[in-house]
């Protein structure tokens, strides 16, 4: 089964400028979560998507940032204006419907430097 | 108010010899624990975990002892290998508290290396 995939891998904008990252989770499952590393610290928690539905978005650091699942599919995530902080590794992650923890599968990440 | 943690950055052992990684939580409402290794350019895989319940539980050379009433965590990889080099990350889940299922609390991670 293919895994989570995640676009682009890398980007590179300046401050200012929107971004779309975009999440492709495993086929079939229902929860979608994205994820945060900055700088090397810990991998923090933005959001839980189940189906289209936001069922958790309390790590969402602020409005600048707006996520979408429509049709409970892939989902984006997009940062609008970028600023210098927001640079990091965004991981997606999914699991199926009342899996434990163990279930998730991360992405790759994809690496945003705001310049 | 970070949650988990874990004090050590990085750890370097030799091949064949023994791995600790440590953490702590301070949120006495997380009741599942997992570790998750992450190589370059990848995402975290997990490695193994353990429900409150329980105070160790082990997967081949990777062994998780849970100690509730210290609120401390650790992984012990027997006999460590130089395919083990790569981040750790302690994470914790639970209800209540401000934590959810599905929604996992990362520590800072622990660089591992393992020498030939």
């Known amino acids: 089964e293919a895994g989570v995939t995640q676009f682009p891998s890398h980007s590179v904008i300046e401050k200012g400028q929107t971004v779309t990252l975009r999440c492709d989770p495993i086929s079939g499952h229902d929860n979608l979560y994205w994820y945060r590393r900055v700088m090397g610290k810990e991998i923090k928690f933005l959001l839980h998507?189940?189906?289209?539905?936001?069922?958790?978005e309390s790590g969402m650091p602020n409005n600048r940032f707006l996520a979408e699942r429509t049709g409970g599919t892939y989902s984006t995530l997009k940062v609008q204006p970028a600023e210098l902080e927001d640079s990091g590794v965004y991981f997606c992650a999914s699991s199926q419907v009342f899996q434990a923890p163990h279930g998730y599968t991360f992405g790759s990440g994809t690496r945003l430097t705001v310049v | 108010d970070q949650q988990v943690k874990q004090n050590s950055p990085s750890l370097s052992v030799q091949e064949g010899r023994i791995s600790i990684l440590n953490c702590d939580y301070t949120n006495s409402m997380f009741d599942y624990f997992l570790w998750y290794k992450k190589y370059p350019a990848e995402g975290p895989t997990f490695l193994i975990s353990?429900?409150?319940?329980?105070d160790k539980n082990e997967d081949g050379r990777f062994t998780v002892f849970l100690n509730k009433s210290a609120k401390h965590l650790s992984l012990h990889i027997v006999p460590s290998q130089p395919g083990d080099s790569a981040v750790y990350f302690c994470a914790a889940s639970g209800i209540g508290g401000g934590t959810s299922y599905g929604k996992l609390t990362f520590g800072q991670g622990t660089i591992l290396t393992v020498h030939p």
């Open positions: 998507f189940v189906k289209e539905s936001k069922q958790d």
């Open positions: 353990i429900s409150s319940i329980k």
